[in-house]
Every structure is written in structure tokens, then in C-alpha cells.
């Protein structure tokens, strides 16, 4: 996910607390971080610390989600304005945005626009972003019109989805918003369009106002909802005192603010939420490890997730569901109960599963 944001709207803070957040897990699995404005996470996962205590794993290997912190963004980006083309160059290797919007109020920190107003300030990045592509759009067109005149298969693909995302961006909306067919997604993604990426909107707020959110929030839930977009409401100012905390410190704190749970965890878990992303585990006294898959992936592409090989010799997928095995007490349990089944190559891996692949070499 790359972070984006106006200036001034709490983005480095949040990222700070992120990446300070990766840093106190590095005890459990190796952190990089690959360059200064790239941090490594993991998805917190309740499930996997029940199946490792339960199989009394060596080690926890949690999913992981990889934030990247992108350069402030100013109107006229889409014209090179500020740090425009890096910005722009850097959205398109990401898989989502996670878009942080100022809900403070405070006469310290200077808005960039002389305003506090989260809903015109992602229209802003919403804008930059629609210029971008549309140009993007223009120049591709231009390139393939000889393709296209001769008869080309594949660029007459190309023409036709450009032009139906073109009148969508000049009509001011999102490349998202253009419904594809299935036969046409694969040639959609290769246009890597900038307005094509799901966006979350990070509503960041007061200390006071982290529990139940705010009037500038409540805005952008409102806007969200009607983009079909999500949104999480969060303190980056708590979150960065948290992550300087070890985790009983953390929770008693977050208690005392009447919070459940950290907001970067709640990030976290809307971004993989998102990405229409789902976890199976595996599990034994090695290691208990999640292993991240899109939803809808069978069981042979799931194993492949672990080792290629996995997939090409797939003979078939030991399954235990995550209540069955939890239910149980342990895998021999679950198994003496009935429960695990053993599944084929059509079989739809389930958010949750304990997984074991039996393969050819």
C-alpha cells in the first residue's frame, strides 16, 4: 500500500509509528526496510497465536504487508509541480492507497490550503491523478494507432479499453469506476492506470476524537461509502506513542482512550481487506506461518504460494477449518473427529484454513 497525502496531514507521523511498529517485531521474523520510505508489517492475526500456542510452534511467521511512504503531493503533480513525477512513478508499483486526510483542527500546524477540509483535500489527489492518467491515455493512443489501423488484436483491445476509461476520466471519475469484462482484465491491468487502484481513506484525528471519529470524519465515511471505497478513522498521534510502547504498556493505554485496538492494526487489516486478500495457515512444531492469498484461489495456486513446486506436483490439498481445528484441541483431535477432509485441485481455499499439500517431485 502506498501512502499518499497533502502535506502537513499526519502521513510521516503515521509512517513513523509504522515503521517503528515493524522495527519492535522484528524480534519475530526479519524486518527490512528496503529503502528509508519502505516499512514491512505484519497483518495481525489472532488466529495464527491460537494455532502456534495450540501446536506449540518454535516460531509465529505472520502475513506481511509492505507500506510505502510517498512524497507529499501538491496541486499541479500531474505537471511535474513538487516532487509530481515521482510521486506519480511511485503510485503505480503500488497495489492500493492508503490516503491520509487532515480531521484536525489545529491553529499550529498550517494547511497547505488555508483550510481544514478532508473532502476537497482527496478531491485534490483524486484530480492530479485523473490528469495524469488521461494524459497517460493520450500519448498511448497516439502510439498505437498504426497497430490498430492494421488490424492488431491486441491494440484494438488496448483502444477500446482506453477509450472507455478516457470518458469516465473526463466525466471526472475514477478509471475504478468503469465496469470490465472478464475476458478484458488482464489487457486493463497492463494499462496501469493510477485511478484503477482502490483507495482507503485514513481519516486522521484528535487524541480525543479517536474512538468515535468527528464531524470531518463522518464527511469522509460519507464520501467513501458512496465511491464504494473504504475508510479507517485514526490518531497518528496516538499511534506513534503506542508504537514507543511495549505491548502490555500499549494495551493499557489504548484502554484508557476506551480503544480495542490499535488503528494501525485496524489499517492494516482494511488494507489486506481490501486487496480482496485472505490467510491460510499451516502449522506444526517448526513453525505456525500465514500464508496471504487472493480470495477465490484454488488449492493448487495456494500451495504454489509456498513453492512452485507445490503447485506443479499438486495431488491433493489435507484441510482442517480454522473453528474445526481450534474446536478440536490439535490437529490429531481434529483429525481423529472427523474433520479434515482431503481436497482436489478445484477446491476453494477458505479464509482460515490449516492447509497440508501432498505433492510429486
Not at 527490512?32 to 501446536?55: H, S
Not at 489504548?254 to 480503544?259: A, D, I, Q, V
Request: with cysteine; hydrophobic share 45%; charged share 25%.
Amino acid at each position: 500500500m502506498g501512502i499518499v497525502g497533502l502535506p502537513n496531514v499526519g502521513k510521516s507521523t503515521l509512517f513513523n509509528a509504522l515503521t517503528r511498529t515493524a522495527a519492535a517485531q522484528a524480534a519475530n521474523f526479519p524486518f527490512c526496510t528496503i529503502e528509508p520510505n519502505v516499512g514491512d508489517v505484519a497483518v495481525p492475526d489472532a488466529r495464527l497465536d491460537q494455532l502456534a500456542a495450540m501446536a506449540k510452534s518454535k516460531q509465529t511467521i505472520p502475513a506481511r504487508m509492505t507500506f510505502v511512504d510517498i512524497a507529499g503531493l501538491v496541486k499541479g503533480a500531474s505537471k511535474g509541480e513538487g516532487l509530481g513525477n515521482q510521486f506519480l512513478a511511485n503510485i503505480r508499483e503500488v497495489d492500493a492507497i492508503a490516503h491520509v486526510l487532515r480531521c484536525f483542527e489545529d491553529e499550529d500546524v498550517t494547511h497547505v490550503d488555508g483550510r481544514v477540509d478532508p473532502v476537497a483535500d482527496a478531491e485534490t489527489i483524486e484530480t492530479e491523478l485523473i490528469i495524469a492518467d488521461m494524459e497517460s491515455i493520450e500519448k498511448r493512443l497516439q502510439n498505437i494507432v498504426r497497430k490498430v489501423r492494421g488490424g492488431d488484436k491486441e491494440a484494438v483491445q488496448q483502444e477500446r479499453l482506453m477509450k472507455a476509461a478516457m470518458a469516465a476520466l473526463e466525466e471526472g471519475k475514477p478509471a475504478r469506476s468503469v465496469e470490465v469484462a472478464e475476458d478484458d482484465l488482464k489487457a486493463w491491468r497492463m494499462l496501469q492506470l493510477l485511478t484503477t487502484k482502490p483507495v482507503l481513506y485514513v481519516c486522521n484525528v484528535d487524541e480525543g476524537d479517536a474512538a468515535e471519529g468527528n464531524a470531518l470524519s463522518a464527511r469522509v465515511a460519507e464520501m467513501a461509502a458512496a465511491q464504494g471505497n473504504s475508510h479507517v478513522v485514526i490518531s497518528a498521534q496516538i499511534e506513534e506513542e503506542i508504537s514507543q510502547l511495549d505491548a502490555e504498556e500499549a494495551q493499557e493505554f489504548l484502554s484508557e482512550l476506551g480503544l480495542e485496538e490499535a488503528g494501525l492494526d485496524r489499517l492494516i487489516k482494511a488494507g489486506y481487506a481490501l486487496l480482496g486478500l485472505q490467510t491460510y495457515f499451516t502449522v506444526g512444531p517448526k513453525e505456525a506461518r500465514a500464508w496471504t492469498i487472493p480470495e477465490g484461489t484454488l488449492a493448487p495456486q495456494a500451495a504454489g504460494v509456498i513453492h512452485g513446486d507445490f503447485e506443479k506436483g499438486f495431488i491433493r490439498a489435507e484441510t482442517i477449518g480454522f473453528a474445526d481445528y481450534v474446536a478440536a484441541g490439535s490437529e490429531a483431535a481434529a483429525k481423529e473427529a472427523g474433520k479434515m477432509r482431503a481436497e482436489g485441485k478445484a477446491y476453494e481455499v477458505k479464509d482460515g484454513d490449516v492447509l497440508h499439500f501432498l505433492f510429486n517431485t
